[in-house]
């Protein structure tokens, strides 16, 4: 988001490079000399500093979305931008990816209290010779804080079998809940 903002800053500057241009406008941009790119981005100005808005926007959503409660609401998707509109094709450009890139990070934070539980759970076995019963076991002698699901909004799923356990913990990958990497099966 930094580097993206920097990058909105220099061309509002006029300061656009070739690569920067085919990247906004693969397809369509001129293979103008560099020379006539500055000029070209100093006339643009106004574009630039609407999208720019328009991305500063989107990341405060985005920063409101993710330090707020949990299960997170869905951001809703902006329409794919038309082939001329330089202000939407530039927020499209910058902002694709940023809803994902934050699905990735609760993805890791699910996974890391997973991992979290497993390890106390693990700990409470060795110390009693068997599971608990129930995950509230753990807090606070083997763990400070029960663990969320940042999914859900709620402790991983846990599931006595037998002489083990299940924990589950959702993934962003699809629309339904999917079971993918974040569970621990364990036997004994």
Do not use: C
Request: charged share 25%; net charge positive.
């Amino acid at each position: 988001m930094k580097g993206t903002n920097a990058m909105f800053m220099r061309m509002e500057r006029g300061e656009i490079d070739p690569r920067t241009a085919e990247y906004i406008y693969p397809m369509t941009w001129p293979h103008w000399p560099s020379s006539f790119l500055g000029p070209a981005a100093r006339v643009g100005r106004p574009f630039v500093r609407m999208a720019r808005l328009r991305y500063l926007r989107h990341v405060e959503q985005l920063l409101d979305a993710q330090a707020g409660p949990r299960p997170r609401p869905a951001l809703p998707e902006p329409p794919a931008p038309q082939r001329w509109a330089l202000v939407d094709r530039l927020v499209d450009k910058f902002t694709a990816g940023t809803w994902h890139r934050s699905n990735l990070g609760d993805n890791f934070a699910g996974a890391l209290g997973a991992a979290e539980l497993a390890v106390a759970l693990r700990r409470f076995k060795l110390e009693r010779f068997e599971y608990p019963a129930d995950l509230s076991a753990l807090v606070p002698s083997y763990l400070d804080r029960m663990p969320i699901d940042p999914h859900t909004g709620r402790p991983p799923i846990y599931v006595r079998q037998g002489p083990g356990f299940t924990l589950r913990v959702t993934d962003s990958s699809s629309g339904a809940e999917k079971w993918w990497a974040f569970e621990w099966d364990v036997k004994r």
